[in-house]
């Protein structure tokens, strides 16, 4: 689905490795230790469809992400899958907005260019019309304290 | 029949009039019978709405999610280019740089405007505050925000940009902006509560036509806007979804 990533995308030394998403598909990955801090007083937005598939993000999420626009409408959300993430705080994400619930974490995103940028997310249900059309979530700036928690306990559960 | 009109208590005092004015306008534009209530304080305002007594409000998006999920309430218009957006002020001696440097137990300084407050909560969550440990220190207005940091009542204020950005130079100068939020998609909306649906495309196309109309933009100028611009159902959905995922 989405494309391996490209070394003459990456800025700086970097690693690789192949994640296996929740479908089966497969991605290489490289990422590096680079970390982008959050920018103060933004929310980085994106909307998808009840399948995962990004339909819009503002500018902060174009800015952050290091994708354009375009390449981000209608890519499948893992394409900010960062491989330290656990996999299970994922289907715990899917699980919760499935059951019509919010959702609340911090995670770790993978940029193109192989670094990374931490937030606090909320992920909630957009329903219209008492159906699920699709999901949204909106990212904080998150504390650092907690950021240095999930960096120590995520590696503890994958 | 007369319907109620009320204009969120966050008005900035200076449009007071210019509300008034809007609502005479408005009354010979639509040929409709229309009382302006202002409420001071969100309590009265949200007894009334409770009361279903309102009819036409000029509504905080705090209270826009609630008066479309429970009261039936839709969207008309919003002021043009305008976005609700904080800052977080300290005293400019104050030693605190960042966000980050607040210490549990400080003491916040806000007012009861409920969008604002919400947006300077999340701007303090870096520094690890939450409502559990900040100590607040509620004030009437952004203004008096501001002067509990001048007399050192207050180690941070939560003030509505738009209010920081209209005080006076001498008060600025006291005061330094640690953050500022730049959301833009937060922002007042004119909504017509379940009696008035009917009037709702006419009504829009009133507003939406005054700024093109002379004595129009008197009035607008009055309330310090550049004209109406239209919200539609599905702005006015993703607006309170936001608004959601910010509420936690
Ligand atoms: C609205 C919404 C936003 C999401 N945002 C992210 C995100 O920023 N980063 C991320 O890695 N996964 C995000 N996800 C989760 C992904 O859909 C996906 O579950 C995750 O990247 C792991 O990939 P996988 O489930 O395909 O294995 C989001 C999901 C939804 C519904």
């Not at chain 1, 499948?76 to 699980?95: G, T, V």
């Not at chain 1, 699920?132 to 904080?140: A, L, M």
């Not at chain 2, 030693?95 to 999340?122: E, K, Y």
């Given at each position: ?36 801090p959050y920018p103060d007083g933004k929310l980085i ?114 | ?143 008096l925000v501001a002067k509990h940091l001048l007399k050192g009542e ?95």
């Amino acid at each position: 689905m989405i494309s391996d990533m490209k070394p003459e995308d990456i800025v700086g030394d970097y690693r690789e490795t192949v994640l296996t998403f929740y479908d089966g598909t497969r991605r290489k990955v490289l990422y590096t230790e680079l970390e982008t801090p959050y920018p103060d007083g933004k929310l980085i937005v994106s909307t998808t469809t009840p399948e995962g598939v990004i339909r819009q993000v503002n500018r902060a999420f174009v800015e952050m992400s290091g994708y354009s626009e375009a390449e981000l409408i209608g890519a499948p959300h893992n394409i900010l899958r960062h491989p330290d993430m656990p996999a299970a705080a994922f289907k715990d994400l899917w699980e919760t907005v499935q059951r019509g619930e919010k959702w609340q974490g911090y995670v770790k995103n993978l940029r193109k260019d192989g670094g990374y940028y931490w937030v606090k997310a909320t992920v909630i249900p957009n329903v219209r019309g008492g159906k699920v059309v699709g999901y949204t979530s909106v990212r904080r700036k998150p504390s650092r304290t907690r950021v240095d928690e999930c960096a120590k306990l995520y590696p503890t559960l994958r | 029949m007369t319907f109620l009109f009320t204009v969120s208590p966050d008005f900035a005092p200076d449009r007071l009039s210019g509300w008034y004015i809007f609502n005479t306008w408005l009354q010979k534009q639509t040929g409709t019978a229309i009382h302006l209530e202002m409420y001071n304080h969100y309590q009265q305002l949200h007894q009334a709405i409770e009361a279903d007594k309102i009819d036409l409000i000029y509504a905080n998006p705090y209270d826009a999610a609630m008066l479309v999920r429970n009261k039936g309430f839709l969207p008309l218009a919003k002021a043009q280019g305008q976005a609700d957006e904080a800052i977080i002020a300290v005293n400019a001696d104050s030693s605190v740089r960042d966000v980050a440097d607040l210490q549990a137990n400080s003491r916040v300084a806000f007012t009861d405007d409920p969008d604002v407050r919400l947006m300077g909560m999340i701007m303090l969550e870096p520094a690890d505050l939450d409502a559990g440990n900040i100590v607040p220190v509620l004030a009437d207005t952004h203004v008096l925000v501001a002067k509990h940091l001048l007399k050192g009542e207050a180690d941070a204020g939560i003030i509505l940009a738009e209010a920081y950005d209209n005080l006076s130079g001498v008060i600025r100068k006291q005061l330094r902006v640690l953050v500022r939020s730049q959301i833009s998609v937060i922002h007042h909306a004119l909504m017509v509560g379940p009696r008035l649906q009917a009037k709702r495309g006419e009504w829009r196309q009133v507003l939406l036509d005054m700024a093109a109309d002379e004595k129009g933009r008197g009035v607008l100028a009055a309330l310090g806007f550049d004209g109406w611009q239209t919200i539609d159902d599905e702005e006015m959905e993703f607006m309170i979804d936001l608004m959601d995922t910010l509420n936690t």
